[in-house]
């Protein structure tokens, strides 16, 4: 069990690169917002099946929540929900890539949110390791930027920055909640402690991001609600890699999760060139070759 983080990590790196894929396709159809809200529309029933299976054909009994529980798993779907709107937001704007990029400062983010609140420690090792991922994600932000890296650190001070690095904080808290939340459970069965706690997360962003839809783009609601064998793929994968993710952050720290979970840029360009036939510069490759570095020392180390 105290390796299992590791294959689960992979696996949900790999389903979340398959469903950002799918949302991509989705969004010709549908603003960016309501592609996001199809994760957790179709998503929802999806995880409470999954836990019904848990219990019915496992045997695995249920978990009984308190306070911390509801509060911890609220906050982190708040957080998570935020920090999306954010990231939408920062690619909205002018310097879109700095926003994006930056918004992968989450790794450290949450290694620094993990130990003040959760006091998870980190080894210099892994800190090493977490530190060298992160600067292979602003390399392969800059790769597709016109200027590069210096237009990446002239950039800082502009709005798709600040943005980008609150999006990232938003992750960071959110995952720090989930992981609080499914711990708080007391659950001998991590399994059955992450798969709960995705369900209530996935139901609290549902009513949330329902409410908002319903208010600012009720025809892209309806939208959502039609397009039922696209939206429901994406909700499919989307559940998938979260109760993935669920699971590894109920078993390691988050820091180190969202770290090795980097995998999924690599995922991400196989399936830009080999599915959407799209093309990967020289210096991507070095950015993934930094990362892959960066994940490899993380786990000599942790």
Same mark, same amino acid.
């Given at each position: 069990m105290e390796h299992l983080w590791i294959p689960v990590t992979i696996a949900a790196a790999l389903a979340q690169a398959v469903r950002t894929a799918l949302q991509r396709q989705l969004a010709r159809e549908l603003s960016n917002v309501a592609g996001a809200y199809a994760r957790f529309l179709y998503g929802a029933p999806l995880a409470f099946l999954y836990v019904l299976a848990l219990r019915e054909f496992w045997r695995i009994p249920l978990p009984a929540p308190d306070v911390s529980f509801f509060t911890a798993v609220t906050l982190g779907g708040i957080a998570q929900v935020l920090a999306t709107v954010m990231l939408l937001a920062a690619v909205n704007l002018r310097s879109m890539p700095v926003g994006v990029a930056l918004s992968k400062t989450?790794?450290? &983010?949450?290694?620094?949110a993990g130990f003040i609140f959760l006091g998870d420690p980190v080894t210099a090792t892994a800190a090493l390791g977490i530190l060298l991922a992160t600067l292979g994600v602003m390399a392969l932000a800059s790769a597709r930027m016109s200027g590069g890296a210096r237009v990446l650190v002239t950039s800082l001070g502009e709005p798709a920055a600040i943005v980008g690095i609150?999006?990232?904080?938003g992750?960071?808290?959110?995952?720090?909640?989930?992981?609080?939340?499914?711990?708080?459970?007391?659950?001998?069965?991590?399994?059955?402690?992450?798969?709960?706690?995705?369900?209530?997360?996935?139901?609290i962003q549902?009513?949330?991001?329902?409410?908002?839809?319903?208010?600012?783009?009720?025809?892209?609601?309806?939208?959502?609600?039609?397009?039922?064998?696209?939206?429901?793929?994406?909700?499919?994968?989307?559940?998938?890699?979260?109760?993935?993710?669920?699971?590894?952050?109920?078993? &390691?720290?988050?820091?180190?999760?969202?770290?090795?979970?980097?995998?999924?840029l690599a995922f991400g360009y196989a399936i830009s060139?080999?599915?959407?036939?799209?093309?990967?510069?020289?210096?991507?490759?070095?950015?993934?070759?930094?990362?892959a570095l960066g994940i490899a020392t993380l786990l000599l180390g942790g």
């Open positions: 989450e790794v450290i &983010q949450a290694a620094i609150a999006s990232g904080a992750f960071a808290l959110s995952a720090i909640g989930f992981r609080a939340a499914a711990l708080s459970l007391g659950h001998p069965n991590p399994v059955m402690a992450a798969g709960y706690t995705l369900a209530w997360a996935t139901a549902t009513a949330i991001m329902g409410l908002w839809l319903a208010w600012r783009e009720p025809k892209a609601l309806l939208a959502v609600a039609r397009n039922v064998k696209a939206s429901g793929l994406v909700g499919l994968t989307s559940v998938i890699g979260s109760a993935c993710w669920f699971l590894a952050m109920t078993i &390691q720290t988050v820091a180190y999760v969202r770290t090795l979970g980097l995998v999924e060139v080999g599915w959407l036939g799209e093309s990967i510069k020289r210096a991507e490759i070095l950015g993934i070759l930094l990362v």
